[in-house]
Every structure is written in structure tokens, then in C-alpha cells.
């Protein structure tokens, strides 16, 4: 497993039904890894992993193996709000060829830190799949601190990475105190890539990147050879949807994005709902803003669509 480069918190795409669409799926994840990307990432809390069932996610994972498992490796974030069904699905993962996990807390329950850690040891020790760290506590209201991450990472072998979403850059140069390059940091918030690149991450589990990923690699890569203009110029052009991926909507926000380029729908599952009124024109006028000043590009020219 190589922890590097953008990998797309994949969403997940539903038809007029609201099932899942495997074909859309299957597409989305050829076309993101055609255009750059070094990994996919289902099931998370972009891809809406908490409105799935098992089944579901099962599935979800079989069909992006089956898309671009020999040219890319698959990361199955495990969230679940049980340990024990945390461990199945860690398990079921490897079974269906994913080269990785990554491991969120309880959705819901604020453990302390004996729980949070009992909770991810026991994921840790159910899989010999490299494993990833989500930190999150913006959302989960579980805080992982550099200090227990270390203890996590000296204790396992197998706990490769940690996607870092504080908000706090801070937290990398801090990971990186305590345990070198022993650790691979990816960020996890879009509007704070650049900075987090500049601080020692080495990859960055993306969400705008599932609408614009030549724009999203594009930036790491600038951000990651030092080329500060390019990486400026990019970062000013991408940050009013970068900040989408930062505030309670981004799921729909993402979506919505993803609609207007044409890769995919704004569908969402309840009790998520489609933007409407002011909010949606709101968002609408600053991603077509967006969108008219693409860097580089035609802003006209045709997209892709599967």
C-alpha cells in the first residue's frame, strides 16, 4: 500500500429509486484514477456510509474492487456503531481485495479514550490490511491526539496512516514530532490542503476531487513539488468549493458540484435532503462562478459523463 497523493472520499451515487448506482460507481472510480488519483476511498462519510446497510457496503465495495482494483488500491472506510460489526466488515474487505482500511470512531458515542482505542485496536488486530486513522472531531466529536496516535501506531505495525481533519495544520508538524515518517499523514479537510502539504503531509483523502479531479491533483502536485505560484493561483481559483467540503452539507454541497460539471446526481438519502430555494441558488451561483474560471481550461468544454 502506498500512502500518496489524492485519493477521493468517493460519494455514492443513487438512482430515482435511491439504490445504489453500481454502473455510475464503477464509472466515477475509472474516471477519477484515469484523471490521477492514487486510491479510492468508499464508504465514508461523504460516501454516506452511515444511511447504508451492510449489504450495502459490501456491495459498494465489490463493485469499486471490481472497477479499479489491479490499476488502484481501494481503502473501505470501516464506520460502524457497533466494534463487532466494525470488525466484520474490516474482515469482509480483505476478502473482497481491498488494499486497505480506514478506521473511523462510533459515529454517534463520544467515547474516552480507553473506548476509542478499544474500539480501534480491535479493528486493528481483525485485519492484516495496512490501516488508515481518521481523526475527525469536528464531526465525531472523538479527538485522537498526536500523543495517542503515537501510542496506536507503536503498539500496531499495521496502522500505516492517519487522515488528520482537525482543522488544526498544527496536528501534522505534531505527528510527525512524535514518529518521523512512520506515519503517513494525509489531510482530510479540502480548504486546508496546501497548508497541510507545507507542513509534511503526503497525501490528502479529498472531497471536491470526486466533481474536479484534475483541478484537485493538480493542486497537490504544486503544492507538493514547491511550485508556490501555480499552487497559489490554483488554491485562490479552488477554495470557495474547497470550503464545501467543510460545513454540514458537504454531502449534498459535493453532490451538487459533481451535478453541475455532469459527473453524477444531487440525490442524498434521508434524512439528508437536496438543497432548495436560497441555499441551492446560493450554491449554485458560486460553483458556476467557479466553474466559468477554470484555470487553464475551457470552462465550456464537455465533460466527461458516464
Same mark, same amino acid.
Given at each position: ?72 488500491? *481501494?481503502?473501505? &472506510? %470501516?464506520?460502524?456503531?457497533?466494534? @463487532?460489526? #466494525? $470488525? ?100 482530510? *479537510?479540502?480548504? &486546508? %490542503?496546501?497548508?497541510?502539504?507545507? @507542513?509534511? #503531509? $503526503? ?104
Amino acid at each position: 500500500m502506498n500512502w500518496t497523493g489524492v485519493m477521493p472520499a468517493i460519494t455514492t451515487c443513487f438512482d430515482r429509486d435511491y439504490k445504489i448506482d453500481h454502473d455510475f460507481v464503477a464509472n466515477h472510480c475509472r474516471w477519477l484514477v484515469e484523471h490521477g488519483c492514487t486510491g479510492i476511498v468508499p464508504l465514508g462519510s461523504l460516501g454516506e456510509g452511515a444511511a447504508l446497510e451492510y449489504a450495502e457496503k459490501v456491495a459498494v465495495i465489490e463493485t469499486c474492487v471490481r472497477s479499479v482494483g489491479k490499476k488502484a488500491p *481501494v481503502v473501505a &472506510a %470501516i464506520s460502524s456503531l457497533r466494534t @463487532a460489526e #466494525a $470488525v466484520e466488515l474490516a474482515k469482509t474487505a480483505a476478502d473482497k481485495g481491498c488494499a486497505g482500511v480506514m478506521i473511523l470512531p462510533p459515529y454517534v458515542y463520544r467515547g474516552d479514550w480507553r473506548e476509542m482505542k478499544s474500539h480501534v485496536v480491535a479493528v486493528l488486530r481483525a485485519t492484516k490490511l495496512p490501516c488508515m486513522l481518521y481523526n475527525n472531531p469536528v464531526s465525531y466529536g472523538t479527538d485522537f491526539l498526536p500523543e495517542q496516535i503515537a501510542e496506536l501506531a507503536n503498539e500496531h505495525k499495521n496502522l500505516e496512516s492517519v487522515k488528520e481533519s482537525s482543522t488544526d495544520v498544527r496536528r501534522v508538524t505534531a505527528i510527525r514530532a512524535l514518529l518521523g515518517d512512520r506515519l503517513a499523514v494525509f489531510m482530510g *479537510v479540502d480548504d &486546508a %490542503i496546501v497548508e497541510g502539504v507545507q @507542513a509534511g #503531509a $503526503v497525501g490528502w483523502i479529498a472531497g471536491l476531487v470526486n466533481a474536479l479531479p484534475e483541478e484537485s491533483v493538480d493542486l497537490f502536485r504544486f503544492a507538493a513539488e514547491g511550485k508556490i505560484d501555480e499552487a497559489s493561483a490554483t488554491y485562490k481559483w479552488f477554495l470557495p468549493l474547497l470550503r464545501m467540503d467543510t460545513v454540514p452539507k458537504f454531502v449534498q454541497l459535493i453532490k451538487l458540484v459533481q451535478q453541475e460539471v455532469g459527473m453524477g446526481n444531487a440525490r442524498v438519502r434521508p434524512p439528508r435532503m437536496e438543497l432548495e430555494g436560497k441555499e441551492l441558488d446560493e450554491a449554485r451561483m458560486i460553483i458556476r462562478a467557479a466553474l466559468k474560471t477554470r484555470p487553464g481550461r475551457n470552462a465550456e468544454r464537455e465533460t466527461t459523463r458516464a
